[in-house]
Each structure stands twice: as C-alpha cells, then as structure tokens.
Nanobody, 116 residues
Framework: QVQVVESGGGLVQPGGSLRLSCAVSGITFSTYVMSWYRQAPGKERELVAF????????NYADSVKGRFTISRDNAKNTVYLQMNSLKPEDTAVYYC?????????WGQGTQVTVSS
C-alpha cells in the first residue's frame, strides 16, 4: 500500500524559512517523479515544484523561483522542499505528489502559515 506523508509545516513569520519533508513507502520511489503542490483557501491547487526521478530535472512555479528548492534522497524515499524568504501569499496546504506512468499518489497535506 502506497503511503505519502508530509511533515514540517507550521507558522512562520514573513521572511522566515521552513523545510517540508515527504516520506513515501510502498512504491519504487526512485522511479517516480515527485512534486509539491499547494492550495490556498478559495483557490485551486497549483504546482509549486517538481523533480525528476534521478534529480537531474527540476522546475518551479514563477512565484517561488529563487526562494524554494526541491530535492530528493532516493536512499531515504524522501523528497524535500526548502522554503526561504517566505511571504504571506505562500500560506497554503502543501501536498506531496508521486507520479509515474500508470500510477500516482497524494499525501494528506501539511499546513504552512506565513504571518506576523
């Protein structure tokens, strides 16, 4: 059974940093493209960043470029999202998503709140 579990969310002041983690089990992690999405209240879920199966390819939403960094550790079946220079508009539930052709899985989400 596939399990995708996010952690690391919380309350942080503007300009602060957080590191989200996503631990995955039940799949061959290294063969999956991993992504972070977020959904703010009243808005649609949006892609924040993704990373290819061997970490060569990464891509970011324009709104987070230069501030967020996605990485993965295939030995630990974990993907990370380092978030720096956080802004109030980064407030959302952040979801981890695992994908490969024919299969995918979502985590339950972790709340990130940026507020003074």
């Amino acid at each position: 059974q596939v399990q995708v579990v996010e952690s690391g969310g919380g309350l942080v002041q503007p300009g602060g940093s957080l590191r989200l983690s996503c631990a995955v089990s039940g799949i061959t992690f290294s063969t999956y493209v991993m992504s972070w999405y977020r959904q703010a209240p009243g808005k649609e879920r949006e892609l924040v960043a993704f990373i290819g199966s061997i970490s060569v390819n990464t891509n970011y939403a324009d709104s987070v470029k230069g501030r967020f960094t996605i990485s993965r550790d295939n030995a630990k079946n974990t993907v990370y999202l380092q978030m720096n220079s956080l802004k109030p508009e980064d407030t959302a539930v952040y979801y981890c998503y695992a994908w490969r052709s024919g299969d995918n899985a979502w985590g339950q989400g972790t709340q990130v709140t940026v507020s003074s």
